[in-house]
């Protein structure tokens, strides 16, 4: 691990300050991720902003009948708060699912968002990779492919965003609010949070330097039934191979409205208004929503060793998509 400073932040107005007063700054919270790149020489700030104490880690009901997340809220607390359990289930499940207990003690909100890829190339400093060193190419295109992504990826990276929870708040049409060293604040909905690779990949999101996280809007539940599965090669706490986040409303019509998200098989939480547009208005019966379910990721592409990550989505939101309905009969 490379020498660096280190500074515990009051305020966000403080830690903002201390983030461009310095080079290579990292703000640092639970340090889940972090830690692990800073060993592996992955990450080399050269200096730390602790922002523990900055008092945002609190849940509280907003005046709409929505929910205001602060950035520092751990994991485990946000899942087991009973507002979250009960009106915005899809997002407990998700966090549930992310991380063993010990992990979701200490990673927070604003982090588990930010948090980098899992990619075996990215973590490995002796192979080529424009995340770590724009230019050096992509070694999972012609590589062991099989975590990465088969949408939303470039020539440059196929790297998939690691974050469960990023993909209920995605479906929940959740908002990123932040603060900037100049003292001004902006929100940002979390789709316009991320970047898709491009032939920029190292520019993983849309936050400037020193901006700062507070906290995380969600609006009032949506209407339907919140379900969240995720498919990984063990239970014990992998990566998602391919997740879905869904809210489904189903009437005597059929399909009234639905909201899906997919993880695993994208540089972001992906969301398919294609798919949601068709969705509406379907009749509610298991064939029709599975035929509906194999038109999803219209556009998706393979790399290989991937290739399954296609059908495995698409299979595991007709499944989704038959439980919200609660039919199982054509």
């Not at 509906?292 to 495995?312: E, M, P, S, Y």
């Amino acid at each position: 691990m490379k020498t660096f400073t280190y500074e515990r932040a009051t305020s966000p107005a403080d830690a903002t300050q201390a983030a461009v007063a310095h080079r290579r700054t990292r703000f640092i919270a639970g340090g889940t991720n972090l830690l692990d790149l800073m060993k592996l020489d992955i990450e080399t700030p050269e200096h730390l902003v602790d922002i523990n104490r900055l008092g945002l880690d609190a849940i509280e009901d907003s005046a709409d009948g929505g929910l205001r997340i602060g950035a520092m809220v751990r994991n485990s607390d946000l899942a087991a708060d009973p507002r979250v359990r009960e009106r915005y289930p899809v997002l407990s499940r998700a966090l549930l699912a992310g991380a063993s207990g010990q992990l979701r003690n200490k990673a927070t909100t604003g982090g588990n968002l930010l948090q980098r890829t899992r990619c075996y190339y990215f973590y490995d400093t002796a192979m080529p990779c424009n995340k770590r060193h724009p230019g050096s190419g992509c070694a999972a295109i012609e590589g062991f492919n099989r975590m990465h992504a088969v949408i939303g990826g470039s020539e440059a990276c196929i790297a998939t965003h690691p974050s469960d929870m990023a993909v209920a708040m995605r479906v929940l049409d959740a908002v990123v609010h932040t603060v900037m060293p100049d003292g001004s604040e902006r929100a940002l909905p979390l789709a316009d949070v991320y970047r898709l690779p491009g032939d920029t990949p190292q520019v993983e999101n849309a936050l400037g330097t020193g901006e700062l996280i507070t906290y995380v809007t969600l609006p009032p539940p949506p209407d339907g039934r919140q379900i969240y599965r995720k498919v990984r090669d063990r239970a014990s706490y992998a990566f998602a191979l391919v997740s879905v986040a869904a809210i489904v409303q189903v009437n005597g019509d059929g399909v009234a409205s639905a909201r899906i998200a997919f993880g695993g098989v994208a540089p972001m939480p992906w969301r398919d208004d294609a798919l949601e547009a068709a969705l509406q208005g379907t009749p509610g019966d298991e064939s029709s929503l599975r035929a509906i379910a194999n038109t999803a990721l219209a556009g998706a592409r393979g790399h290989g060793h991937n290739d399954f990550k296609i059908r495995l989505a698409r299979r595991t939101l007709g499944a989704v998509l038959v439980e919200a309905s609660g039919r199982t009969t054509a």
